[in-house]
Structure formats: C-alpha cells, structure tokens
C-alpha cells in the first residue's frame, strides 16, 4: 500500500532553517500532486505548499509563507521536500505530506512536528 514518512521536523529559533522531507513508497511518485499542510494546536489543517506532478512545474504557496518556504521534488527518489527559510513562530505546527492523485484518491503522512521558538 501506499506509504508516507515525513522527516526533518524538530525545534529551531526564529530566523533559523528546516528542511522537512516525505518519501513515497508502494506506488510511482511520479504520477502524484504533492502538498503540505500543517496543523496548529487549536487551528484546522491549513495548504502550505503544492507542486505539480510529473516535472513540478507549477507551484503554489499560501501567502504566509511565500518567499520563505520552497517546496520541491525529485522524483527518482520519491521524495518531496519543504524549505523552510526565516521561521517565525506561528510556523510552529505538525507538518504533513500529502500526495493526491485525480479527485478521490489521496494519502497521508503521519506528520512532522516543528516548533519555531527561543
């Protein structure tokens, strides 16, 4: 079956870097949509980023943290990435992958958690 494992998470200061990772097993990475949401506590689950399938061509951000996070794939590793530059503290939540394939098919990683703070 189709898996995702997030990585990269842990506590950094504001101003600091991270770069979360997902990996896709059990199916071609290829042919998926990739996203990352995250959940704060309190908060429902928010679209950070999104990235094409096939050559990610196209990507979108929420207005958040655009010029700060770039999301990324390669996919001869399956693997989809987030970097997360300039961390402020309402960054602070559990990061997840998510990969979707047309409209009814979509899977979930256990999720990443970041805690931005000093």
């Known amino acids: 079956q189709v898996q995702l494992v997030e990585s990269g998470g842990g506590l950094v200061q504001p101003g600091g870097s991270l770069r979360l990772s997902c990996k896709l097993t059990?199916?071609?990475?290829?042919?998926?949509?990739m996203n990352w949401y995250r959940q704060a506590p309190g908060n429902q689950r928010e679209l950070v980023a999104f990235?094409?399938?096939?050559?990610?061509?196209?990507?979108n951000y929420a207005e958040s943290v655009k010029g700060r996070f770039t999301i990324s794939r390669d996919n001869d590793k399956s693997m989809l990435y987030l970097q997360m530059n300039s961390l402020k503290p309402e960054d602070t939540a559990v990061y997840y992958c998510?990969?979707?394939?047309?409209?009814?098919?979509?899977?979930w990683g256990q999720g990443t958690q970041v805690t931005v703070s000093s």
């Open positions: 998510n990969a979707q394939h047309g409209p009814t098919v979509q899977y």
């Open positions: 990235i094409s399938r096939l050559d990610g061509s196209k990507t």
């Open positions: 059990g199916s071609l990475f290829s042919i998926y949509e």
